[in-house]
């Protein structure tokens, strides 16, 4: 019997923070409160001031169910910024904002250290000293990498006078938690999202059927593709050197298109979260395993990383306008960031550092490479050459260790053979089905894809509600026992 107390126990266990099952877009908690959500966000729509309000109060509940009570820090991080925002357009002294924006900076960066890489430096301390090291109790803060970097975007596009401050905190907590995005981006751009909440747009038909588009295609990525073909990669990266080099070839190359799958879907519910809520997003995610260089790569792969790197790391540290040898450092330097961004050890400081490398080689060589003809052999080897070292770069992001990722590319040259195609093909047909959808997805034309798109939304409502049915079906046909984090969740 369901008594009064058993329901508003069940309620207490809905809204509060549970470690083991932080909020995410592909459970089914989060679509519960997102559809009570949408109703009242849809009768506050006109009234500017109160939806901005409510969706900031739902932005932080949202960061709760998914960080506990680091959610205060990320008041006190937004509190902070807007405040220097302020004072550096109250003063013209050009030292005075740049000390501001210096200190607004440096506290950002502080917290990311403290949280994510404390324990890093300490132990490689120790390393040194040859001392007993004890990790500190340290919790990261989902998302904090992700939040960390609007912030810092902010203060210095606002110290540079291509943003105006926002009048109001709320505008600016607005921007910083805005729900969709807080956790795993895509990362906002100030100048491209401020605008966009006063001028509250109400989205059309078009724009809410294109919207659910992305979410369907987003969960049949991550719940369905990612989370499935997880299982298997997990088998290999968890027994380095347990399989034969077939096995574990196909582990690595499962992985490549795992974390494709798992991140770009999760841009594409976010993206599509914000669609309907009359919000544009930046697109995150351009097919990068199309890529015939390292270069269009990295302007297909995580855009809004990708781009604030450029921005505000390459560019300062003079981009290409210092000579051919400056430019190769300063790509190698925020490549580096970009990899210790990633984790705070020496396997991502590693694939940082050789897509550096990876990118000043491409650079490099372009001279030579112009002059071979534009045929479709010579665009066949430049893609297979990029996938080869992006797939084993992501050895390194994947495995537990250093040691694990030279095991893993040690077994697949040493011990790899195709006697054994035919026996895993048999046994993991659902596995290779699903990697092939994925590599066929990337192979088809761009205007295809499009199309599938603009099919659906112009599809009679009966077609839209069987493609729903058909993607909530195959959730349920594959889904674990558990719903799986997102795997940038950890940075």
Known sequence: MVTFETIIDNIGRLLSYNPGQPMIFSSGTFWALFIIFMPLFGLLRKRLWQMVTFVVAFSFFFYYKSSGWFVLLLAATSLIDWTVSRLMVRTSARWKRKTLATLSIMLSLSVLGFFKYANFFLWNWNQMVEGNFQPLDIILPVGISFYTFQSISYVVDVYKGSVKPTQTWLEYVFFLSFFPALVAGPIVRADYFLPQIRENHRATHTEIYAALWLIIVGILKKAVIADYIAQYNDLIFNNPGGYSGFETLMGVIGYTMQIYCDFSGYSDMAIGLALIMGFRLSRNFNFPYKSKNLTEFW????????????????????????????????????????????????????????????????????????????VWPVKALGWLVTMLFVSLLWVFFRADSWGDSWIIIRTIFTDFSLDYLEPFVTVRLTWVIMMAAIIVAHALPARWVDSLSTGFVRAPWILKLAVFLIVVQLVLEFAGEDVAPFIYFQF
């Not at 921005?311 to 540290?317: G, N, T």
């Not at 925020?334 to 991502?348: E, N, Q, V």
Request: aromatic share 14%; proline share 4%.
């Open 299 to 374: 302007r297909r792969w995580h855009i809004s990383l990708s781009t604030w790197l450029r921005d505000y790391v390459y560019i300062p540290l003079g981009g290409n306008r210092k000579g051919t040898v400056r430019t190769y450092v300063n790509n190698f330097l925020t490549m580096l960031i970009g990899g210790l961004w990633h984790g705070a050890a020496w396997k991502f400081v590693f694939w940082g550092a050789m897509h550096g490398v990876g990118l000043a080689v491409h650079k490099a060589t372009m001279p030579l490479t112009r002059r071979l003809p534009d």
